[in-house]
């Protein structure tokens, strides 16, 4: 897993991406394909601009996309700014010896990096699962003893998803530092003609315009 890892940093970083970015910021396409060591990768744009990089994967719910990175432009589509999720950062620290252009390295607040957290594809997995579990009941919240709990990490972070309000499920960020002094960062799924999730937090929205959220990469 390590070594996959590296490839996806050496990827990201690479003249050969960054020329591929460039070129399609400067297009009319939405999205282009790259191989590399056998892994199936993207770069695809986003409403705010910037262009990730992602790669392919599968799991028990189908394929998706899961992003890396991002790359940021100037006026004239060049890129300025390489940013690095928190999932991916300790690779980078470790390789970033001989990876070229590190000087454009960024990294996301760690608010940002809860968001893309809360609205993965690992809390995705299990919130559906929680609805459609035998378990489940639009009353749970009102028997403590009924109450679903799943503990993850996604993002690098540790994620709570449990039983909310009124047949809710709800992601909760594990504050155990205290970063956020005691305040909850979050956000909530329904199940209603399929299941949907909402934030009002401008983090959140912010993080989806820039397709970051890998709940959304379903093929």
């Not at 199940?191 to 999730?197: A, E, L, T």
């Amino acid at each position: 897993m390590e070594e996959i890892l590296r490839t996806f940093i050496k990827v990201l970083f690479s003249y050969v991406t960054m020329i591929k970015a460039e070129n399609l910021k400067n297009s009319a396409n939405n999205r282009t394909a790259i191989d590399q060591d056998g892994i199936a990768f993207r770069l695809e744009k986003s409403k705010s601009g910037n262009i990730n990089l992602e790669f392919f994967s599968q799991d028990q719910f189908g394929m998706f996309y899961k992003p890396i990175g991002f790359y940021e432009f100037d006026i004239f589509g060049k890129i300025t700014e390489i940013y690095v999720l928190n999932e991916f950062v300790g690779t980078f620290e470790k390789t970033k010896s001989n990876l070229t252009n590190i000087h454009k390295a960024r990294f996301l607040s760690l608010l940002d990096n809860v968001y893309v957290a809360l609205g993965s594809r690992e809390v995705g997995n299990a919130v559906t699962a929680m609805f459609n579990s035998p378990n489940y009941s639009e009353y749970n919240h009102m028997d403590f003893t009924k109450r679903q709990f799943q503990s993850l990490e996604a993002n690098g972070l540790k994620i709570d998803v449990k039983t909310s309000m009124m047949g809710a499920l709800e992601a909760v960020y594990d504050d155990e530092n205290d970063e956020f002094n005691g305040e909850d960062m979050l956000v909530m799924f329904q199940k209603n003609n399929g299941i949907s999730i909402h934030s009002s937090e401008r983090e959140y929205q912010n993080m989806m315009n820039k397709g970051l959220l890998s709940i959304f990469k379903s093929l």
